[in-house]
């Protein structure tokens, strides 16, 4: 190595996002605002109030809720010990935090039902994959109390579907089942585990688990291996109850009733130990189907009894906010473009970047929006600036007009320039632009 050659510093190594994780840029927020204001219309109008629970919750919460066996609680949750020597964990969903508050809060005094919605991150230590995160955002609404009446599973995924019409995810594919009761599901129980029985040296590891202790979580296995036991297994829906069964007949009527069509998916039982009869998940239509459920959602009666509640009758369902934007932009769906800034404001000398800084402040607050470069002290590179932001007009703000009290109005597409009065900027800004 030549003497004066210096060695080569060692840079650090740069940091990356959470592995499965992302960030949100601005680029991404027409899609977020679209998917935010369509939540909270939608759900203001068929009367939801926002709930927002902690991040963090007691994980033992999740634990005797969302079940000891879910993956959600085996595989992906996040748990952190405090210094206060508590086991919290980050939630892995919603409803569980939902229910603790309505709890906590007395909110079963209120009128039933309460209708809650909610939307916020979501924590999974999965498989990062197409559509899969560990850092999600989930978009749900619940209703609980009140009657046990399937108008309430029917208005739920009405209220979904018309969600995702909102955005223009038209013709998605619903998948409705139901998985009944503690009076039917004890019995259906005991026959799928008879006939898993007789295969079990074929199945994965993790159905040889299940079938002793959430033998339901069968019909859930993803494993190819699995996939012919799966399709001949008993079908729960010959076994239900008449009460689950009247109430699965009623659900789909009243959704035949506002023209939703849907598919009866026997197999479907989705992951999580608290639901019970109606269980559903929504799809894109085409092949944005392949990003797995929009949304999914079911009815939980006996979710508050588990973390010391009243039996209390309550259904809901989460929409993953990454999959609909995932959709709208693999659909190519238009969206408003970020409001474009359509004056560039520049100055010219000390006083001058002073009275701009006060102009600009004016001008926010007549809703009119600015760019420019007020670091840069010479007018020319402000004004290359200008250039890229492709804006309108500019206004020059120099020595002269600074003492004058005026600014320079520079029409950049005609070249033509005129001198305007400080007090008269706004509204000659507005009677150029039409705004
Ligand atoms: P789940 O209750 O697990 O069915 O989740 C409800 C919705 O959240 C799903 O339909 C997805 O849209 C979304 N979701 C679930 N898990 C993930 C994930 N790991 N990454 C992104 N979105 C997810």
């Not at 079963?108 to 999965?126: E, I, K, T, W």
């Amino acid at each position: 190595m030549n003497h004066k050659e210096k060695p080569k510093e060692k840079k650090p190594d740069a940091f990356h996002a959470p592995k499965g994780m992302h960030d949100i840029l601005p680029v991404d927020e027409p899609y977020w605002e679209k998917i935010e204001n369509a939540a909270r219309s939608i759900g203001r109008s068929y009367g939801f109030g926002r709930i927002e629970p902690p991040v963090l919750e007691d994980a033992a919460l999740y634990n005797k809720t969302s079940g000891e066996e879910s993956d959600v609680v085996a595989k992906e949750m996040y748990t952190l010990r405090t210094k206060g020597d508590d086991l919290l964990a980050l939630r892995p969903e919603y409803t569980p935090g939902v229910c603790r508050a309505y709890l906590e809060h007395g909110m079963s005094r209120l009128a039933p039902p309460q209708r809650l919605s909610y939307f916020g991150p979501v924590f999974r230590h999965d498989r990062p994959q197409l559509g899969r995160y560990r850092e999600f955002t989930q978009i749900g609404f619940e209703v609980i109390g009140g009657q046990n009446d399937p108008i309430y599973d029917a208005e739920i995924i009405t209220l979904s579907i018309n969600l995702l019409a909102e955005v223009k995810l038209k013709d998605p594919t619903l998948k409705i089942n139901s998985i009944g009761c503690r009076v039917c599901r004890p019995n259906y129980k005991r026959q799928l585990q008879n006939y898993y029985r007789q295969h079990v040296g074929e199945l994965c590891e993790d159905c040889v688990r299940r079938l002793e202790t959430n033998p339901l979580k069968l019909l859930d296995c993803k494993q190819p291996q699995c996939q012919p036991f799966k399709d001949r297994a008993p079908n729960f829906l010959d076994k239900l109850c008449s009460a689950c069964k009247a109430h699965f007949r009623a659900t789909l009527e009243y959704l035949e009733e506002v023209g939703i069509t849907y598919e009866v998916d026997a197999r479907l039982v989705r992951g999580l130990d608290y639901y019970n009869r109606t269980v559903f998940e929504i799809f894109a239509d085409g092949k944005e189907a392949e990003l797995g459920a929009l949304g999914g959602g079911g009815r939980y009666d006996y979710l508050m009894e588990i973390i010391g509640g009243h039996a209390t009758p309550a259904l809901g369902v989460a929409l993953g906010a990454e999959r609909l934007i995932a959709a709208l932009r693999a659909k190519e769906i238009s969206l408003a473009a970020r409001p474009v800034k359509k004056v560039f404001l520049a100055h010219a000398g000390t006083l001058a970047k002073k009275n701009a800084f006060a102009l600009r402040e004016e001008l926010r607050r007549s809703g009119i929006m600015v760019a420019e470069a007020l670091a840069k002290d010479s007018l020319g590179a402000q004004l290359k600036v200008a250039d890229k932001e492709g804006v309108a007009l500019a206004l020059i703000l120099g020595q002269r007009e600074a003492y004058e009290k005026s600014v320079i109005m520079r029409d950049l597409s005609a070249g033509t320039q005129e001198s305007v009065l400080l007090e008269k900027i706004v509204e000659e800004i507005k009677k150029r632009l039409k705004v």
